[in-house]
């Protein structure tokens, strides 16, 4: 299968650590984006990232939230100093080319923090 | 800026009758309007997408919407539901060209449930 793969697939964390969220783009996709869904409530975008470039991060928090896409490897979705807040699913979405549609989503990692 | 409004956060229909999800949305340009389903604990799976041309666009597992421009609407329906359509559905709007054409803005979700 070369969908979008995310890991893990649930992370559980304690206030005050740090939450490392995974994601590899489909092939031949060098776009990716993140989407946070809170209960009951739509995905809203985070950041959109290029190979080792932050394009957007309009939807990201100012502080413990920072994203990466590297030459080599996945995306990092990082979150320094979990709060009980932060509890939620994210998701990630790939694209072959900027602004091309559809996106192709994983099957998100959902963020319990204790 | 865009948004959108899902009509009913949760919708229950009987097996076999007409299955139909509001969706409206607001954009300063011209859009690009989406359908995903998402069931439990899984990620979302595009179910059919407006860009240009033909309003009325056809989907997977029967599902079809009408982009209606004057109603800027995007209402999702099905003849006859099935078991296995009960999932959480979400209507997406992304603008077709500009600098933000990347981002997709979702509704808050329709839950639909299917009775025996």
């Known amino acids: 299968n070369a969908g979008v793969m995310q890991n893990p697939r649930h992370l559980v964390r304690r206030r005050g650590q740090e939450a490392r969220l995974r994601c590899s783009p489909m092939?031949?996709?060098?776009?990716v984006y993140w989407y946070r869904q809170l209960p009951e409530e739509g995905l809203k975008f985070m950041v959109y990232?290029?190979?080792?470039?932050?394009?957007?991060e309009s939807g990201m928090p100012k502080e413990r939230f920072s994203a990466e896409f590297p030459k080599e490897g996945p995306s990092i979705l990082r979150i320094q100093q979990v709060v009980r807040g932060d509890s939620a699913a994210y998701f990630c979405?790939?694209?072959?080319?900027?602004?091309?549609?559809?996106?192709?989503f994983g099957d998100g990692t959902r963020l319990s923090i204790l | 800026a865009q948004s959108v409004t899902q009509l009913g956060s949760h919708v229950s229909v009987s097996e076999g009758a007409l299955v139909l999800l509001r969706c409206n949305y607001s954009?300063?340009?011209?859009?690009?309007l989406f359908w995903y389903v998402q069931y439990p604990n899984q990620g979302l799976q595009l179910l059919l997408k407006?860009?240009?041309?033909?309003?009325l666009v056809k989907g997977i597992n029967g599902f079809e919407a009408e982009f209606k421009k004057s109603e800027t609407s995007f209402h999702l329906t099905k003849p006859s539901a099935h078991m296995s359509d009960a999932a959480e559905y979400f209507c997406?709007?992304?603008?077709?060209?500009?600098?933000?054409?990347?981002?997709?803005?979702f509704g808050k979700g329709t839950l639909l449930t299917v009775n025996p």
């Open positions: 979405a790939s694209s072959p080319l900027p602004g091309r549609q559809p996106q192709h």
């Open positions: 092939k031949g996709h060098s776009h």
């Open positions: 990232l290029q190979k080792e470039n932050i394009i957007d």
């Open positions: 954009s300063s340009v011209p859009p690009y």
């Open positions: 407006y860009t240009t041309g033909a309003t």
């Open positions: 997406a709007v992304s603008e077709s060209s500009g600098g933000s054409n990347y981002k997709l803005t």
